[in-house]
C-alpha cells in the first residue's frame, strides 16, 4: 500500500506540472476599454473696425484718391486674412454742410489682388484677438463736385468685411 | 486561431485503475479550458483496452491537445470571474471585466492644437495598467463636416502606460488638431468621439 500511494502522489504531482506551466505560459491578463465624448468647435466671430478718425492724414482733394485708414478689431482665437472690403453705406463727414450739399466721396471697395495692392502689397491678415490698422491707398475718391465745406472735413467710410481663418 | 501545439506528458500507471484516475485529472483539465482533448496513445505496457496490463506498471504517453483560445487559459488561470466565484472564496484575484474611458472638449477652431481631457476610469478591484487609448471620430451634427483628418486629427496614445489603481480615475492629457484648412461648415460642429482601449496587469 504504501508502495501504491507513492505512484498515486506522481500522478498527481504530473497532473499538477500541466496546470502550473499553463498558469507561467499566461499569466498576463488584459483588459479593454470602452467610451464616448465630444469635441465641439466654436463658430466664428464677425470682424469689427475700430473708430480711427483722429488718426487720419488730410490728402483727399477733388479729382484724386486718397487713402482710408481702417483698424480691423479680430475677436477670435485664430489669425484671420481679410479677403474683401465693400462699402456698406452712403459716406459722411463731420460737416452736415458738406455732405447737404453732397461730399463727392465715394468708396469702391476692395478685394483679392487689388486689396493687396492697396495694402502695399501685403496682405490684410489680423493675428487672433488682435486689432490692427491698415492703410489702403488710394481707397477712397473724391470727385470734382465736392461742396466746398468739405475742405478739412473727416469722412466716415462703412465699410463690409470679409475675411477667412489664416491658421 | 485555434492551437495546435501539444505537449506530451508521460504518467506512470500501476494499473487500469490508475488509468482511469489520469483519465479523470485531465478530464478535469479539458473541463477547465486547459486542453481540449486527451488521448492515450500506449508507450510501453499493455494496453488498457485490452484487459489488464501485464506487470505492475504500464508507461502512457499523454497528449494533451492545446484549447482553442489560449488567451482564456490566461484568464482562467490568473483570475476568476465574478459569476464563477459568487461567494468570493477563490484564492485567484477577480478578473478585470473593463474599464471606461470618456472626455470631452470643447473651443475648437481653425489651427487649435489643444489637449483633450480624458478620463480613464477603472472600477475594478484590481490595479490595470493603460496601454493603449484609440480615438475614432464617428460624426458630427453638421452635413457638410465630415469626420475627416482634414477636419478634426484626434491623437491616440500608445504607450509607454500608465497605472490606474482600483476603483479610480486618472485623467491623461492627448493632443487633438483642428487643422486650419477645416471645412466652414464645421463651425459651431459637435465632433462625436468614440474611445477605445486596452490594459494589462500592472
Not at chain 1, 500511494?5 to 470602452?34: E, Q
Not at chain 1, 465624448?37 to 464677425?46: F, H, M, N, R, T
Amino acid at each position: 500500500m504504501k508502495k501504491l500511494a507513492g505512484k498515486r502522489l506522481a500522478v498527481i504531482a504530473g497532473g499538477l506540472s500541466v496546470v502550473l506551466v499553463a498558469g507561467v505560459a499566461f499569466a498576463a491578463w488584459t483588459a479593454s476599454g470602452t467610451g464616448n465624448g465630444y469635441a465641439k468647435a466654436i463658430s466664428a466671430q464677425a470682424l469689427t473696425t475700430v473708430d480711427v478718425h483722429a488718426s487720419t492724414v488730410a490728402d483727399l482733394y477733388p479729382g484724386f484718391d486718397g487713402v482710408l485708414l481702417v483698424k480691423i478689431n479680430n475677436p477670435n482665437p485664430y489669425p484671420v486674412r481679410v479677403t474683401s472690403i465693400t462699402s456698406n453705406g452712403t459716406i459722411t463727414s463731420d460737416n452736415a454742410t458738406c455732405d447737404t450739399n453732397g461730399n463727392g466721396v465715394s468708396f469702391a471697395g476692395l478685394s483679392g489682388a487689388a486689396l493687396v495692392t492697396a495694402n502695399g502689397g501685403s496682405n490684410v491678415d489680423i493675428a487672433a484677438n488682435t486689432a490692427t490698422s491698415f492703410t489702403l491707398t488710394g481707397a477712397v475718391h473724391m470727385s470734382n463736385s465736392s461742396d466746398t465745406h468739405c475742405q478739412g472735413a473727416t469722412f466716415t467710410v462703412p465699410v463690409s468685411l470679409s475675411g477667412a481663418s489664416n491658421a | 486561431m485555434e492551437t495546435t501545439s501539444r505537449a506530451v506528458y508521460s504518467v506512470t500507471s500501476e494499473r487500469t485503475t490508475r488509468a482511469k484516475f489520469v483519465s479523470w485529472l485531465l478530464t478535469a483539465l479539458v473541463a477547465a479550458g486547459i486542453a481540449s482533448s486527451v488521448s492515450f496513445p500506449l508507450v510501453g505496457g499493455a494496453s488498457p483496452s485490452s484487459g489488464k496490463p501485464a506487470g505492475n506498471t504500464s508507461v502512457l504517453g499523454v497528449q494533451i491537445a492545446g484549447p482553442s483560445a489560449v488567451q482564456n487559459v490566461g484568464n482562467a488561470l490568473d483570475c476568476v470571474d465574478d459569476a464563477k466565484n459568487p461567494t468570493g472564496k477563490s484564492i485567484l484575484p477577480p478578473c478585470p471585466k473593463s474599464f471606461s474611458i470618456g472626455g470631452n472638449i470643447s473651443g475648437l477652431f481653425p489651427g487649435a492644437h489643444l489637449n483633450l481631457p480624458v478620463l480613464v476610469t477603472n472600477q475594478n478591484s484590481q490595479d490595470i495598467k493603460v496601454m493603449q487609448i484609440q480615438i475614432t471620430v464617428t460624426g458630427t451634427d453638421k452635413a457638410d463636416c465630415s469626420t475627416g483628418t482634414t477636419n478634426l486629427q484626434p491623437t491616440n496614445y500608445t504607450g509607454p502606460g500608465f497605472v490606474v489603481a482600483r476603483n479610480s480615475t486618472v485623467t491623461v492629457l492627448m493632443p487633438i488638431t483642428m487643422p486650419g484648412s477645416v471645412a466652414n461648415a464645421c463651425q459651431g460642429a459637435t465632433f462625436q468621439l468614440r474611445y477605445s482601449g486596452s490594459a494589462v496587469k500592472p
